[in-house]
């Protein structure tokens, strides 16, 4: 009844290929781009812009560029919060060493930057798969650390070893409280979603398919290989670039190498697998599930020490929560391996047929 | 050059691959007989090692901790094949792969909260001192904890391969590693079978873990060798135990000598990626690995 795709006739071939082809699905976009821009700067408080969904939406970034490289192009990486560092840290140099730039032109070229780290170590990829090459991207995770605390000029040679990222203006305009900067945030990942939404239909992302179904049969029917796995690897680390850059200038403000640690990356990559491998929104729904989780512990330990008058200490309480969180991922992979985005799919096809079951 | 400093630092970085290959056997195991990249193995030896330490520490003997440790293992092992493996049968491997990386997180906050995070110092009875008669002969200085270390590991190595060569229950390992359908179809259980391979991965963990924690201390940084670990494998190939041992001795002699005579030269601290540099090249030019399975459908 309320989601239901009959009746919508397409008699042109642009109506047919638009990116949401079904009535709701677009009336359903438009009411979620409508909240993220008008309703949450308009209502959301302080703590919820900057604690909550700034992260969520920066981590949604970086889940959306590992999806592309991971759940469409198959190709399994461990590098990602490295890329995220060389994001972060080009974009700090780009407008420490040319204001005239401009913040989005340093963003994408701190993106770009990233993509070529990404090519260079996605060449591994042409000669092995799998967990080989996982853990070669592991590599890259280590270099790249290493690189930015031994060479002093990505740091500006800093004594502390931590560099605080400029005042975002643009046009003159300081964005510097939490909803301004919830603003850049939603709009260059709202942007980039949709980038990659009308990336994964094209011809690039099914050759990407092509590749992570079968890739000798991807190069059989000329889908050049190379080209292929060096774009994706390409294209994740620039989505992951932007997103570190985003970490850095909208959420921590102050950041060190040691911050892009594996851990981020194993984070990440929790992420799609939760939310789901191969689809963009499940990039959007394994972030929020793996932010929210976190403080949903500390919130719920909060409560408890209320109720029962204990006050469980600062350990106990980091253990457990590194126990709920491996048990939940366990949990989630037991149960729904396909993610959050296919619970979403039976969901829509429950809506289909609702309320009528035939 | 000066010639005894090179063969001091060669064999330190030899015996240190030989700590590397013990972490990394344990992988091997797994990932032969169920296809299975164990992320946790790192945890494992965590997990064995403070589990071990405590109880040493609350006046348990040496021996009867180290049974109670081994029986630990063992049964953590099987759970783990009972509660996380069994139901993801079948999975893709990167699920498998996730999976074991939720473990790793369960172990970490298992074993803290279970015995506290403070580091431990473990005492083997081995004095970590250079030997006498090695400096004053030849004036290599060599640690006796390595050296030993070594020898355990030469021991383990051994009897784990007339484990498999010579018992039943090894033969049965062996034919689910070459074949899960062919061995399901003469009669072996394969899910016994796991259940022991994970056993064993135990066992491994907890030789590694003593023998890292008597030389490093028992602290949380004993996960990080999984890390370590890691390229060894590459190097190695994932299914051959000798590959480990070879890989490890390899990646730890070159380490050595890399930080020693070409560290300086970029400022140090390279130890973190150049094992993995190391290992990415040698695939460069073979994709399995030194006595990994030969892929055929390279492209």
């Known amino acids: 009844m309320l989601y239901r795709e009959a009746g919508q006739f397409k008699s042109t071939y642009a109506e047919d290929q638009q990116i949401f082809p079904i009535r709701q699905d677009r009336i359903a976009v438009a009411v979620l781009l409508a909240v993220a821009f008008v309703v949450v700067p308009l209502f959301a408080n302080q703590y919820w812009l900057s604690a909550i969904l700034i992260p969520f939406l920066i981590f949604s970034l970086a889940a959306l560029g590992l999806n592309i490289l991971t759940g469409y192009a198959g190709q399994l990486s461990l590098g990602t919060s490295a890329f995220m560092a060389v994001g972060a840290f080009m974009a700090y140099n780009f407008v420490l060493r040319m204001p005239w730039l401009g913040i989005i032109p340093s963003f994408v070229l701190a993106g770009l930057c990233a993509a070529a780290v990404g090519i260079v170590f996605g060449l591994p990829s042409l000669r092995i798969k799998g967990f080989y090459l996982a853990v070669a991207t592991l590599a890259c995770q280590f270099f790249v650390l290493w690189a930015l605390q031994r060479i002093g000029w990505f740091m500006n040679y800093s004594p502390s070893g931590v560099i605080a990222a400029q005042k975002i203006v643009i046009l003159g305009y300081a964005f510097d409280s939490p909803a301004s900067k919830y603003m850049i945030t939603v709009t260059i990942v709202a942007v980039m979603a949709l980038l990659a939404k009308n990336l994964v239909r094209s011809e690039t992302g099914r050759a990407f398919m092509a590749v992570r179904d079968m890739d000798v049969a991807a190069s059989v029917i000329g889908i050049p290989m190379m080209k292929t796995k060096l774009l994706a690897f390409a294209i994740s680390s620039f989505y992951c670039g932007v997103a570190g850059a985003l970490y850095v200038f909208c959420y921590l403000g102050t950041v060190e190498p040691e911050a892009f640690t594996l851990d981020l990356s194993f984070r990440i990559l929790f992420m799609i697998i939760i939310g789901g491998v191969g689809s963009i929104l499940g990039s959007f729904l394994g972030a929020a599930f793996i932010t929210l989780l976190p403080i949903f512990l500390s919130v719920a330990s909060g409560a408890f020490s209320h109720a029962t008058g204990m006050e469980p200490s600062h350990a106990l309480l980091s253990n457990l929560e590194l126990i709920i969180f491996g048990g939940l991922i366990i949990f989630f992979l037991i149960v729904e391996p396909h993610g959050l985005a296919r619970l979403w799919q039976i969901a829509k096809e429950k809506l289909r047929l609702w309320p009528f079951p035939h | ?299």
Do not use: C
């Open chain 2, 1 to 299: 050059m000066n010639v005894a400093f090179f063969f001091e630092v060669l064999i330190g970085g030899l015996l240190a691959g030989v700590m590397y290959s013990l972490v990394a056997i344990g992988f091997v195991l797994i990932y032969k007989a169920s296809g299975v990249f164990n992320f946790a193995q790192g945890a494992m030896v965590f997990f064995a090692a403070l589990t071990f330490v405590s109880l040493v520490e609350r006046g348990v003997n040496f021996w009867i901790a180290l049974v109670i440790t081994l029986a630990v293992m063992v049964v953590l092992g099987m759970a783990i094949e009972k509660v996380v493996l069994r139901p993801l049968v079948n999975q893709p491997p990167i699920t498998l792969f996730m999976a074991t990386i939720g473990l790793t997180f369960v172990l970490e906050g298992l074993s803290q909260l279970v015995w506290g995070s403070q580091p431990h110092a473990l005492e083997l009875g081995i004095p970590d001192v250079p030997m006498e008669w090695l400096v004053q002969s030849t004036g290599i200085v060599i640690s006796q904890t390595d050296l030993f270390a070594a020898g355990i590991a030469g021991v383990l190595v051994a009897s784990l391969a007339l484990f498999f060569q010579y018992t039943r229950i090894g033969r049965a390992l062996r034919a689910v590693a070459d074949d899960h359908q062919a061995a399901l179809a003469v009669g072996i259980p394969l899910k016994n079978i796991w259940a022991i391979v994970w056993a064993v991965a135990g066992f491994v963990a907890l030789v590694a873990g003593l023998m890292w924690g008597a030389r490093n201390g028992v602290q949380f940084a004993l996960t990080f060798i999984a890390l370590k670990a890691l390229p060894v494998l590459i190097l190695g190939g994932f299914e051959s135990i000798p590959g480990a041992i070879i890989g490890g001795l390899i990646i730890g002699a070159s380490e050595k000598l890399a930080e020693v005579y070409f560290g300086p030269m970029v400022g140090g601290g390279i130890e973190s990626w150049f094992a993995y540099v190391i290992a990415l090249l040698f695939l460069l030019v073979r994709p399995q690995g030194l006595f990994g399975e030969k892929i055929i459908d390279r492209v």
